[in-house]
């Protein structure tokens, strides 16, 4: 009786899977006309490839430096200062430094002094240390400036919310 069973198993499950596939043609509604499907060898069939990961790297944000300067004096600055902001590479013994992003503006009459310089990413080297200078000056005299430049762009990552002070030079 093994035996039996075994050769009308097949022929019933071929069966049973036409059947099924008669009917999901049919939408299920007994023979009632449907909307056509998609044959099997077109399920099979890939569309369109799966992007596993991101084609381009996840863009790293611009190396901003921002914040505030402010002074203690209780002044008001005249209406011809103006304020400059640089960005240099730190850890030359030279006295000059070499720039990397600079900002020259007209102050306003009153401190906090916002500011934001942005960098070029291009010119940050990897393992570099970079420094703020800020000065405030008035027909080419510097009245205002830091007294060491303040570590910024820490690894090339954006310096935001910075409180600069600047010391009277005279």
Same mark, same amino acid.
């Given at each position: 009786?093994?035996?039996?069973?075994?050769?009308?198993?097949?022929?019933?499950?071929?069966? %049973?899977?036409?059947?099924? !596939?008669?009917?999901?043609?049919?939408?299920?509604?007994?023979?009632?006309?449907?909307?056509?499907? /998609?044959?099997?060898?077109?399920?099979?069939?890939?569309?369109?490839?799966?992007?596993?990961? $991101?084609?381009?790297?996840?863009?790293?944000?611009? &190396?901003?430096? $921002? =914040?505030?300067? *402010?002074?203690?004096?209780?002044?008001?600055? #005249?209406?011809? !200062?103006?304020?400059?902001?640089?960005?240099?590479?730190? =850890?030359?013994?030279? !006295?000059?430094?070499?720039? +990397?992003?600079? %900002?020259? *503006?007209?102050? #306003?009459?009153?401190?906090?002094?916002? *500011?934001?310089?942005?960098?070029?990413?291009? $010119?940050?080297? &990897?393992?570099?240390?970079?420094?703020?200078?800020? $000065? +405030?000056?008035?027909?080419?005299?510097?009245? *205002?400036?830091?007294?060491?430049?303040v570590p910024v762009l820490a690894g090339g990552r954006p310096s935001p919310g910075l409180k600069v002070l600047v010391r009277?030079? /005279?």
């Open positions: 009786m093994t035996g039996n069973r075994g050769t009308w198993l097949w022929p019933a499950l071929v069966l %049973l899977v036409v059947a099924s !596939a008669a009917c999901q043609r049919a939408g299920g509604r007994g023979g009632a006309a449907a909307a056509p499907t /998609r044959t099997a060898a077109a399920e099979l069939a890939p569309t369109q490839p799966v992007v596993v990961g $991101s084609p381009t790297p996840t863009p790293r944000p611009l &190396p901003v430096v $921002s =914040g505030d300067i *402010f002074y203690r004096e209780r002044l008001v600055l #005249p209406s011809d !200062a103006t304020v400059r902001v640089r960005v240099v590479r730190l =850890g030359q013994r030279s !006295a000059s430094r070499p720039v +990397i992003a600079e %900002l020259a *503006f007209p102050a #306003p009459r009153r401190v906090p002094i916002p *500011f934001t310089l942005e960098c070029d990413p291009s $010119s940050l080297e &990897p393992g570099a240390a970079y420094g703020l200078e800020v $000065s +405030i000056s008035r027909r080419g005299k510097v009245e *205002f400036t830091t007294a060491e430049p009277r030079t /005279r």
